[in-house]
């Protein structure tokens, strides 16, 4: 794999926009010309003869698009990541008695007239604006210029009526905060000025702080400068994102400032943080620099690109955003329709209040739990825990997967220090049942066990009434429905094979696996989703997800490609067919630890595959969580 600087300025990882195509400047040729050179994917023959620029564009991804000058001047506003609109200049909350202001913005209008902090607006426009609501904020809020009278109650209890003249405010995309030993940032998007929001934040508060929160919900991108300079805040200096082009050249984004903190970072993440946020995310487990908790991330693995008349000359005052990378986290491993999967998997409605209760200390005159999670240490008070979250306390212990490393300890770990102890353990201490929700009642006897809950524990693979039939063989269909769990990725459009019907239980399953070239079909059109797949179509299939999500398996397959097209004696002897040689390096040799040596991504020795016998669940399971703790893209 051959390595590059960058080619082109700015990189835009957000979620996709709704553009239309109409009144276009640009030629279906031009337009073509531009993908070609530059779309991350190849292009179907169909498009090189598309009639129209939404036929063409209709061939690549949801965030490929032609902007007409008009909707370019809107994008480029969307991804500054500020927000801009005339008002008081004040920051407020709302009462019972009406407006209460909460600080005055420097040179703002609020200021000049003479308000303070902790003045209450009881009036508009001689109107009482009791009580305080959004509908009356919208009244403060004008063209830049235009004047307001409000009635204000100070606090001594006087009142008086000033004329304040609105002038543009400018929120922060980002805002940090600190309060009881937690600091916290709240981050909507990465526009222009964000790394440096986490920077002048970090450096404001991290003396007094434990624990970072970084909130990241609804966060659907950005700049990807943006996004590694905040994530440098916490990793330190090095390569923190990588991006792969058409070619299968590769460039790097480096951060090469110093860490501004040696706190660990709790991300909160959703369906919504996408793109940008995941690379923050993402890059914080592969650095070990924190944690993430929540659901799954968006899965927006991408970067764009902007051709507009700068560097284009087809081009006049409109734009073309293309595709043109796939994106891979400090960790190698991409989150391109996978997404980020959370440390602890927690729901929503207990995610914030679970990063709240994994930012306590040890207690002195209590019981406290300590969670070793991607090499960081987090303390629980149990206590405290059991009094204002119970749920979320038990929502934690019900994420923590059963290889899950923690302590029990008491009064500051004096008397004794701390215990270790099982996730169960830890459940049943705390008052809650020993069997988590998620544990399968028929694995206990299974040497795939830990994987096999493990999965469960990430929302990776579900049962069925609680069971999950280990030793049953996999039909061809089966594989792919597990695959598009771990990817969380379905295909409603037509199928790709004759005996796939759309409306069977499978097609979105097989149809996604086959979009992405990881399963292929039988010959003649079809795929035989009901016959059972072998060990050798499994490793098959496995490999691609492994080259899929991982750039160190890329950089592997490149440097020896002999291995690959050569049927060695070794694997013609073992039984494998020439078309399974390819997925078994991928599996045995792809990846190496610390020492060299390479790691076995398989659930079984390569001596002991069995290359025609049936794949069984609870093997498909083992070697698929063995391969995504592996490439990064769960914890260990």
């Known amino acids: 794999m051959k390595h590059k600087g960058l080619r082109l300025g700015a990189l835009f990882c957000a979620a996709a926009m709704t553009i239309t195509t109409s009144a276009q400047a640009l030629s279906v040729e031009e337009a073509y010309d531009i993908l070609r050179r530059s779309y991350v994917d190849r292009l179907p023959r169909a498009a090189k003869d598309a009639e129209s620029l939404d036929e063409l564009f209709s061939y690549t991804d949801n965030y490929t698009c032609y902007m007409t000058e008009e909707e370019y001047q809107a994008f480029l506003s969307s991804v500054e990541g500020e927000v801009s609109f005339a008002g008081i200049g004040a920051e407020i909350t709302y009462a019972p008695e009406g407006i209460s202001i909460v600080s005055v913005l420097k040179g703002g209008g609020a200021e000049k007239a003479g ?67 937690v600091g916290y940032i709240d981050c909507d998007s990465f526009g222009t000025q964000t790394g440096t929001y986490f920077q002048d934040g970090v450096r404001k508060y991290d003396s007094a702080v434990r624990t970072w929160i970084v909130d990241l919900r609804g966060n659907s991108g950005g700049l990807t400068s943006a996004a590694v300079t905040a994530l440098g805040t916490f990793s330190g200096a090095g390569e923190l994102v990588y991006f792969v082009d058409q070619s299968g050249e590769s460039s790097a984004q480096r951060y090469d400032g110093k860490d501004l903190t040696d706190k660990p970072a709790i991300v909160l993440v959703d369906s919504g943080s996408a793109s940008a946020s995941e690379i923050f995310a993402g890059g914080i487990l592969g650095t070990s620099s924190g944690i993430v908790i929540g659901t799954r991330s968006y899965g927006k693995g991408v970067a764009q690109v902007l051709f507009d008349e700068s560097n284009c000359p087809y081009l006049h005052g409109d734009a073309v955003k293309v595709t043109a990378y796939r994106f891979y ?37 209590g019981a406290y739990l300590h969670l070793v999670l991607n090499g960081c240490d987090f303390y629980v008070d149990i206590s405290a825990a059991k009094e204002s979250a119970p749920d979320a306390l038990e929502a934690i212990l019900t994420a923590l ?76 269909a089966e594989v ?48 035989d989703p009901n016959a059972t797949m072998t060990q050798e179509e499994f490793i098959t299939v496995l490999g691609n997800l492994v ?41 045995t040799n792809s990846v190496f630890d610390e020492d060299g040596n390479a790691v076995n991504l398989y659930c079984t020795a390569f001596e002991d595959i069995e290359p025609k016998a049936p794949i069984l669940r609870g093997q498909a399971a083992a070697a698929l969580c063995r391969a995504l703790r592996t490439t990064g893209v769960i914890e260990d």
């Open 115 to 181: 308000l303070k902090a902790g003045d209450m607006i009881i009036a508009i426009e001689g109107e009482s604006c009791a009580p305080g609501s959004e509908e009356q904020r919208a009244r403060l809020v004008g063209e830049a210029g235009t004047q307001v009278r409000v009635t204000v109650r100070h606090t001594d209890g006087s009142e008086e009526d000033y004329t304040i003249t609105r002038a543009a405010v400018v929120q922060a995309n980002t805002t940090v905060s600190a309060a009881d030993g």
């Open 401 to 476: 997967t059963p290889s899950a490393v923690l302590y029990w300890g008491e009064n500051g770990g004096e008397n004794g220090g701390e215990t270790a102890l099982t996730p169960a353990q830890a459940r049943e201490k705390c008052g809650f049942a020993a069997a988590s929700a998620l544990d399968f009642t028929d694995v206990a006897g299974s040497e795939y066990a830990g994987e096999i809950n493990a999965l469960a524990a990430s929302r990776i693979v579900l049962g069925n009434q609680g069971k999950f039939r280990p030793d049953d063989t996999m039909t061809r």
């Open 547 to 587: 080259e899929f999500v991982n750039l160190d398996a890329r950089k592997f397959l490149d440097k020896n490609p002999l291995a690959i097209l050569q049927p060695l004696p070794k694997y013609r002897n073992r039984g494998f067919s020439p078309w399974a040689i390819r997925g078994v390096e991928v599996l």
């Open 480 to 527: 792919c429905a597990l695959l598009a769990q771990a990817l969380d990725l379905y295909w409603l459009a037509d199928g790709y094979f004759t005996d796939v019907a759309k409306e069977s239980w499978y097609a979105p399953s097989v149809n996604a696996m086959a979009a992405i070239g990881l399963v292929s079909g039988v010959g003649g059109g079809k795929f």
């Open 329 to 365: 986290c400090a960790g190698g491993n991409t989150t391109d329709r996978i997404g980020v999967i959370p440390t602890l998997f927690l729901p929503q409605a207990q995610a914030a209040a679970a990063a709240r209760l994994l930012s306590g200390e040890k207690t002195k005159d």
